[in-house]
């Protein structure tokens, strides 16, 4: 099964100035945090802030060359996580039929906010490393079909640890302002 994202926003690790899109579950609470580089968090703002550039970038270039071509990108999906590496599949519609491209994430992003296309990640993917935020934008415990608390069994916890330093070292000031 997958789930439709959006981009949530692009933030700084002020532990390590490393850049992560955040990318959040349509329709509910997860977040999908994704390591990128600073070209390709560069590529995403550029788009997403509608700057313009005198000369087209690297993903503009693809962009062009898939139209050109007589194709369109149809959706893009974070497919597979692996040694804490996320994996993509850029899925596109040429001449009628449709082909899959392996590619990052950040780059099939990066494709996706320029062309329109749906971001959508595998379940698997989304239960492995989406986080679950409250409102100071801290992991909160997931919660029953009631709404109720439940314990974190030993594999959520230890999941959950790998963010919590990563995401108590964000400079979340503006994230409330950014959901409304």
Do not use: C
């Not at 392996?102 to 239960?127: G, H, K, M, Q």
């Not at 679950?132 to 801290?138: R, S, Y």
């Amino acid at each position: 099964m997958v789930r439709e994202l959006t981009i949530e926003s692009i933030r700084l690790s002020l532990m390590n100035y490393q850049r992560v899109v955040i990318l959040r579950e349509k329709d509910a609470d997860r977040y999908l945090p994704i390591w990128i580089g600073p070209a390709e968090a560069d590529a995403i703002a550029v788009r997403l802030q509608d700057v313009s550039v005198a000369r087209p970038l690297t993903h503009d270039l693809l962009r062009n060359m898939i139209e050109q071509l007589g194709g369109r990108v149809v959706y893009i999906l974070v497919n597979d996580l692996s040694n804490d590496t996320f994996f993509a599949r850029i899925v596109l519609e040429v001449n009628g039929e449709t082909l899959e491209v392996d590619s990052r994430p950040s780059d099939a992003i990066a494709l996706a906010v320029r062309t329109e296309a749906p971001i959508f990640a595998e379940e698997t993917v989304l239960d492995r490393a989406g986080v679950i935020l409250d409102e100071e934008g801290q992991p909160r415990e997931p919660t029953d079909a009631e709404g109720r608390g439940r314990p974190l069994e030993p594999g959520e916890l230890e999941r959950l640890g790998a963010f919590k330093d990563f995401i108590e070292g964000l400079d979340l000031d503006d994230f409330d302002e950014r959901k409304k």
